[in-house]
Nanobody
Framework: QVQLVESGGGLVQPGGSLRLSCVAS??????????WGWYRQAPGKQRELVTA???????DYVDSVKGRFTISRDNAKNTVYLQMNRLKPEDTAVYYC???????????WGQGTLVTVSS
């Protein structure tokens, strides 16, 4: 069994920064072969993929966060990070991390961490 725990959310003013972390624990083998993703769900909206990083380190971002958000991973620590800069009120959402193994051998979600961007 695998557990994901996010941290780093909170209240920040527009233009500010936050760094989210997600740590995986439990029965994990070869996390370096897995892909990570960060999703978010704003009130009244569907969950959307914000960014992802493959097992080879390739990254992809939704257009609305390009140039502001950066995803990174540390396989030795079983952790993925999301550095969020120049935050906007429309970034307000619950952020979820997702860990996916090859051939859908694993598909785990964190419990979510709330990010609120407001003055």
């Amino acid at each position: 069994q695998v557990q994901l725990v996010e941290s780093g959310g909170g209240l920040v003013q527009p233009g500010g920064s936050l760094r989210l972390s997600c740590v995986a624990s439990g029965s994990i083998f070869n996390i370096s072969t897995m892909d990570w993703g960060w999703y978010r769900q704003a009130p009244g909206k569907q969950r959307e993929l914000v960014t992802a990083i493959t097992n080879r380190g390739r990254t992809d971002y939704v257009d609305s966060v390009k140039g502001r958000f950066t995803i990174s991973r540390d396989n030795a620590k079983n952790t993925v990070y999301l550095q969020m800069n120049r935050l906007k009120p429309e970034d307000t959402a619950v952020y979820y991390c997702n860990l996916r193994g090859p051939f859908n051998t694993l598909d785990e979600w964190g419990q979510g961490t709330l990010v609120t961007v407001s003055s």
